[in-house]
Protein backbone atom coordinates (compact mmCIF):
# COMPACT_ATOMS: atom_id res chain seq x y z
CA UNK A 1 0.00 0.00 0.00
CA UNK A 2 2.90 2.35 1.01
CA UNK A 3 4.53 1.63 -2.56
CA UNK A 4 1.32 2.05 -4.65
CA UNK A 5 0.33 5.27 -2.77
CA UNK A 6 3.96 6.74 -3.22
CA UNK A 7 4.49 5.97 -7.02
CA UNK A 8 0.38 6.76 -6.96
CA UNK A 9 -2.80 5.06 -6.94
CA UNK A 10 -3.91 6.40 -10.75
CA UNK A 11 -0.91 4.95 -12.23
CA UNK A 12 -2.20 1.47 -11.14
CA UNK A 13 -4.97 -0.52 -12.86
CA UNK A 14 -5.06 -4.08 -11.81
CA UNK A 15 -2.60 -6.63 -9.98
CA UNK A 16 -2.37 -9.90 -11.38
CA UNK A 17 -1.90 -13.17 -9.02
CA UNK A 18 -1.30 -16.69 -9.34
CA UNK A 19 -3.78 -19.40 -7.22
CA UNK A 20 -1.95 -18.92 -3.98
CA UNK A 21 -4.07 -18.61 -1.26
CA UNK A 22 -2.01 -15.77 0.32
CA UNK A 23 -1.34 -13.94 -3.05
CA UNK A 24 -5.35 -14.23 -3.73
CA UNK A 25 -5.85 -13.14 -0.51
CA UNK A 26 -3.44 -9.99 -0.59
CA UNK A 27 -4.69 -8.79 -4.07
CA UNK A 28 -8.29 -9.02 -2.95
CA UNK A 29 -7.44 -7.00 0.14
CA UNK A 30 -6.00 -4.35 -2.12
CA UNK A 31 -8.48 -4.12 -4.15
CA UNK A 32 -11.40 -3.70 -1.89
CA UNK A 33 -8.65 -0.79 -0.54
CA UNK A 34 -8.42 0.75 -3.34
CA UNK A 35 -11.74 0.02 -5.71
CA UNK A 36 -9.64 1.24 -8.72
CA UNK A 37 -7.43 -1.35 -9.03
CA UNK A 38 -8.85 -4.45 -10.58
CA UNK A 39 -8.14 -8.01 -9.21
CA UNK A 40 -6.93 -10.16 -12.42
CA UNK A 41 -6.42 -13.77 -12.26
CA UNK A 42 -3.40 -15.52 -13.98
CA UNK A 43 -4.72 -15.78 -17.35
CA UNK A 44 -1.32 -17.88 -18.35
CA UNK A 45 -1.22 -19.87 -15.98
CA UNK A 46 -4.44 -20.82 -16.00
CA UNK A 47 -4.38 -21.89 -19.81
CA UNK A 48 -0.77 -23.40 -18.80
CA UNK A 49 -2.89 -25.92 -17.07
CA UNK A 50 -5.47 -26.09 -19.24
CA UNK A 51 -3.37 -27.47 -22.03
CA UNK A 52 -0.93 -29.90 -19.53
CA UNK A 53 -4.84 -31.56 -18.69
CA UNK A 54 -6.24 -31.38 -22.03
CA UNK A 55 -2.13 -33.26 -22.95
CA UNK A 56 -3.13 -35.64 -20.31
CA UNK A 57 -6.53 -37.07 -21.87
CA UNK A 58 -6.71 -40.69 -23.18
CA UNK A 59 -6.87 -39.11 -27.09
CA UNK A 60 -3.16 -37.89 -26.72
CA UNK A 61 -0.79 -40.87 -25.91
CA UNK A 62 0.34 -41.60 -28.85
CA UNK A 63 2.07 -38.16 -28.47
CA UNK A 64 3.92 -39.41 -25.59
Do not use: Y
Amino acid sequence: MQTIRKVGESKFTAVVSDSTNVIKATCRELSNEMPTILDLCDACHHIHNTINNINKLPEFNWVH
